[in-house]
């Protein structure tokens, strides 16, 4: 009998790590990752993982002091004989980076995905932007798949806002915020965007007077400086709808966004829990085990 695949969490990972190795009759694999005092990163794997299938359990969100120790452990785990090497990733970064904005810069993107793809054998990850690059197959070279919060986003909708207008603050938002309205039975609408700078967004509104009834629910990929969904907030309030209540898959939440986000006059705050925060709401440890056994070597 082949011995179980073994799941090793990266620290912070932990809670995920254990679901999916309970969801998935895999083993709980132990390894020591720490700084030395130089601020050079220290692997050890601990477990035996000769011969057997492993993945590291890594959310990339604050992604630079984390790609280091997570491609020193991937290359410990084939080193120490594992058979294969995955990585979940529930927050994918550097994916909004997918294009040359202005001359001199690089597609970051196209860069941490070959990195990736040089370091594992195969990638789960949830709903990674993807926006002037459509597939993540563009950006990994090795097996990928992409679990989608759609369904989870609106179930939670459907359970706590009442008539819910599902509102997407910009264009990239439309796949989002689509696919939940789908799933939640709902309306909604897709505003424009201009980003001027990383903390400098306009939005502009369209005439949501028939929708005045309905409880606006923000609904995006990502919050990072919140400057997106608090000028959103700003436009709704301007226009005498109740405090949109905001949905996120990501909460990165740079700096104060979180708090910024709330003072501008945000409803309830909610997101998937691919990146621990005070706001997760939505657990997604069941779909990314599904996305994982598509891919899992037998
Ligand atoms: O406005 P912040 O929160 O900084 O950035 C998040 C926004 O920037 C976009 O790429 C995301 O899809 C989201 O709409």
């Keep these: 009998m082949t011995a179980p695949g073994v799941v ?18 895999l083993e709980r694999g132990v390894a020591t990752v720490r700084r030395f005092p130089d601020g050079e990163s220290y692997v050890r794997i601990e477990s035996p993982v000769d011969g057997r299938g492993t ?8 992604p630079d002091d984390k790609l280091v120790p997570l ?34 810069e690089t597609i970051s993107a196209h860069h941490v995905g070959a990195w990736i793809s040089r370091s594992v054998d195969w990638l789960v990850t949830v709903d990674p932007h993807l926006h002037r690059i459509t597939d993540l197959s563009q950006v990994c070279s090795v097996p990928a798949h992409a ?44 505003l424009r965007k201009t980003r001027r700078g990383d903390r400098d967004v306009e939005v502009s509104l369209p005439d949501v007077e028939r929708w005045r009834s309905r409880t606006p629910v923000l609904v995006d990929d990502i919050v990072s400086t919140a400057r997106t969904m608090i000028e959103t907030v700003g436009h709704l309030r301007q226009a005498g ?34 990146i621990r925060h005070p706001s997760n709401r939505i657990p997604l440890a069941a779909a990314i085990a599904a996305g994982v056994r598509t891919l899992l070597p037998a």
């Design 8 to 25: 090793i969490a990266m620290p912070g990972n932990e809670q995920l790590a254990e679901e999916l190795a309970i969801r998935l009759g």
């Design 55 to 62: 993945f590291i359990v890594c959310t990339l969100d604050r």
């Design 71 to 104: 491609f020193l452990l991937a290359a410990a785990l084939r080193e120490a004989g594992a058979r294969s090497v995955g990585l979940v990733a529930p927050y994918l970064a550097y994916m909004r980076q997918d294009r040359r904005f202005q001359p001199g």
């Design 147 to 190: 679990v989608h919060a759609a369904q989870s986003m609106a179930q939670w909708i459907r359970e706590h806002v009442r008539d819910p207008l599902l509102i997407g603050p910009d264009e990239e938002s439309a796949q989002w915020v689509g696919a939940v309205a789908q799933h939640a039975l709902a309306p909604f609408v897709v």
């Design 241 to 274: 709808l109740a405090a949109p209540v905001c949905v996120a898959v990501h909460a990165v939440f740079a700096q104060t966004a979180f708090e910024d986000l709330r003072a501008a006059g945000a409803g309830e705050i909610v997101s998937c829990d691919t």
